[in-house]
């Protein structure tokens, strides 16, 4: 018998997938909007993501699938297939992105070779992985006790150290507010295709999405408000300069290197379980081993500075795909689980993926994802209802 995940567990998990240096970078691009628009755009973007990410983890502790085998409950198998495929996809890419981001970070403080420090981050992922979720809670609770003293400290240094001035600077040139929506909303949803690997377990599908979802979204939040005060505290948005500057030393490069393996650690757990939807051969630990040292090559060998173009990417991939997702399982009460392919289901992706690539260059007040996921979702219930009245 399965073991079932605790909320407190679940808690957990998403706080370490919250403390990421990736988040602190994204936090940056937000301190030409001054520290009160930006705080709004931080905190509207996230919210939409994480209740998104709620729904997400809810449907598959509710069914106890993960996260790619629910996809096959509104798209078919090869639905499901194709979904486990671009998530994998996006694993890896992540993977590179987080051990570039930890790697370049950690040299900026200790001159040492960002190559180096990448082969270091990306061995002890793969530690992680081998050890097992399960058998890695200890450490895991005590690496995520040392990433909370140690981001509380950094916090304290750029929110309390006298320059509280700064804080209300604001460029001409900033991001629109919508666009800075878009960009907070980004991250959440690019955790939609994992949650579910993680709350399926759950025996309190209500408690364990909830938890799961809110700690993701108040440590992001606040990887985000660091980001963005250290830059304008700072006047600096290179992460190591910045951390170099706050003077923390040893206690920065622990930052980077805890936060960097404690977050991919999960994107390559989740490569292997997503791995599973499309074939029982390599087994899922064999997986995401191959992804970790996929990343590790790409971090040493590929440029990876900006993300941006990534993470809306992910958000034109994804969001509409959950917007189906929710309007099938919520309301519809769908499951195409049985059938080889839901070609109308799969147009209307289509349809919602173009949509979104196209938003990009529209400005709503409330980013791209609401909108679109709004028009999806309407499509998605009007075409499930016309159909059940056809039969």
């Known amino acids: 018998m399965k073991t079932k995940s605790t909320e407190i567990n679940m808690a957990l998990i998403w706080f370490g997938a919250g403390v990421s240096i990736a988040e602190i970078i994204t936090g940056t691009y937000f301190a030409p909007l001054g520290f009160s628009r930006g705080l709004a755009a931080i905190l509207a973007g996230h919210l939409i993501g994480c209740a998104l990410l709620f729904l997400a983890g809810f449907i598959g502790s509710k069914s106890q699938k993960s996260s790619m085998e629910t996809t096959k409950m509104s ?6 297939k194709f979904f486990a495929l671009l998530n994998i996809m996006q694993l890896a890419g992540w993977t590179g992105i987080m051990i570039y981001d930890g790697a370049l970070s950690v040299n900026g403080i200790f001159e040492t ?24 809670s200890r450490l895991n609770i005590a690496a995520l006790s040392a990433l909370f003293i140690l981001t509380v400290v950094l916090c304290r240094i750029i929110f309390f150290s006298g320059n509280g001035s700064a804080l209300t600077s604001e460029s001409q040139d900033a991001m629109s507010f919508g666009a800075a929506v878009e960009l907070a909303a980004a991250m959440p949803i690019s955790w939609l295709p994992l949650i579910s690997d993680y709350t399926k ?22 990887m985000y408000l660091i980001g963005m005060g250290a830059a ?7 992460i190591s300069l910045i951390l170099l500057k706050s003077g923390l030393g040893w206690a920065a490069l622990a930052i980077v290197v805890l936060s960097t393996v404690t977050t991919t650690f999960l994107d390559a757990f989740s490569a292997g379980i997503s791995f599973e939807s499309i074939s029982l051969r390599p087994k899922a630990k064999t997986v995401s081993l191959i992804v970790t040292a996929l990343g590790t090559a790409g971090a040493v ?5 900006n993300i941006t173009g990534f993470l809306y990417l992910i958000g034109s991939v994804f969001a509409p795909m959950i917007a189906i997702q929710i309007a099938d399982f919520f309301v519809l009460k769908n499951d195409s689980s049985a059938q080889k392919l839901d070609i109308a289901k799969a147009v209307i992706w289509a349809a919602g993926f173009v949509l979104y690539r196209i938003s990009l260059g529209w400005n709503f007040f409330l980013g791209n994802t609401l909108p679109v996921m709004l028009a999806v979702f309407a499509v998605t219930l009007v075409y499930g209802k016309a159909k059940r009245r056809a039969l």
């Open 301 to 305: 060998i590929l440029p990876m500075e």
């Open 232 to 238: 304008i505290f700072t006047s600096e948005t290179d």
């Open 201 to 222: 377990e759950s025996k309190r599908p209500l408690a364990s999405s909830l938890a799961s979802s809110a700690v993701y979204g108040i440590t992001s939040c606040w």
């Open 113 to 136: 070779g960002a190559w180096m420090w990448s082969i270091i981050i990306g061995l002890l992922i793969a530690a992680w992985i081998a050890l097992g979720i399960k058998n890695v």
């Open 75 to 80: 798209f078919g198998i090869l639905g499901g």
